[in-house]
């Protein structure tokens, strides 16, 4: 199957620093690319869509300002936490899709990130 | 707006015992249904998926799912368990307009020996 690759898969920050994550599509190109965000033992909770050449599409109460997302090329899509608080630590999961057909998504393997 | 509900949170079972996990969506349009499986610290990984044709598909280490129109419902079964089946289940829908795939709660499945 398709493969997506995050990076990076662990990161620890001081709270008010902003943290980069990378997601890419190894061997697809992908138009759009999904952040989700998962807490500890629950689902996973889709922040927003990336659209490559353009403005990403928030979801409802996520704010856009905190989560800045760049989707620079048909391979990369980013995230960036900016000025990061204990609050936003989480598992943070980036998907494509390889077949605007049927909507299957792949996953990346996930960043976690633990704000100090 | 579209959602998914899984009502079995947790579920224990013994090897070789049937399962059958339920998921239900809200959608009155055409849905595409997908089952994930989350194992102990990896990422997601695609079980089935249905998106036209034959409504009970098959999926992967013995899964399938059969998708009932009329009861908006999207069920997982596999006749006989294994230990390694131990994971996180997750079913997920994606309405197409937008297109964006949306996650059911979860459900932990752990299998006993």
């Known amino acids: 199957g398709a493969v997506v690759s995050q990076h990076p898969s662990w990161v620890i920050c001081k709270s008010g620093t902003s943290v980069k994550i990378e997601c890419r599509s190894l061997?697809?190109?992908?138009?759009?690319m999904f952040w989700y965000r998962q807490f500890p033992k629950q689902s996973l909770m889709l922040m927003a869509t990336?659209?490559?050449?353009?403005?990403?599409?928030?979801e409802q109460g996520v704010e856009k300002d905190k989560f800045l997302i760049n989707h620079a090329s048909l391979t990369l899509s980013t995230l960036t936490v900016t000025s990061a608080h204990p609050e936003d630590s989480s598992f943070y999961i980036c998907?494509?899709?390889?077949?605007?057909?049927?909507?299957?998504?792949?996953f990346g393997e996930g960043s976690r990130l633990t704000v100090l | 707006a579209q959602s998914v509900s899984q009502h079995n949170h947790h579920v224990i079972l013994s090897e070789a015992a049937s399962l059958e996990l339920g998921c239900n969506y809200s959608?009155?349009?055409?849905?595409?249904l997908f089952w994930y499986v989350q194992y102990p610290g990896q990422h997601l990984q695609l079980l089935l998926k249905?998106?036209?044709?034959?409504?009970l598909v098959k999926g992967i280490k013995g899964f399938e799912a059969e998708f009932i129109k009329s009861k908006f419902s999207f069920n997982l079964r596999k006749p006989s368990v294994q230990w390694s089946d131990t994971a996180e289940y997750f079913c997920?829908?994606?309405?197409?307009?937008?297109?964006?795939?949306?996650f059911g709660t979860g459900t932990r499945l752990q299998v006993f020996p």
């Open positions: 061997d697809f190109q992908a138009t759009t």
């Open positions: 959608y009155g349009g055409t849905v595409n």
């Open positions: 997920a829908v994606n309405a197409r307009t937008p297109d964006k795939l949306i």
């Open positions: 990336s659209n490559e050449g353009s403005k990403a599409t928030y």
């Open positions: 249905y998106f036209s044709g034959d409504p």
């Open positions: 998907s494509a899709s390889a077949d605007t057909n049927t909507g299957e998504l792949f």
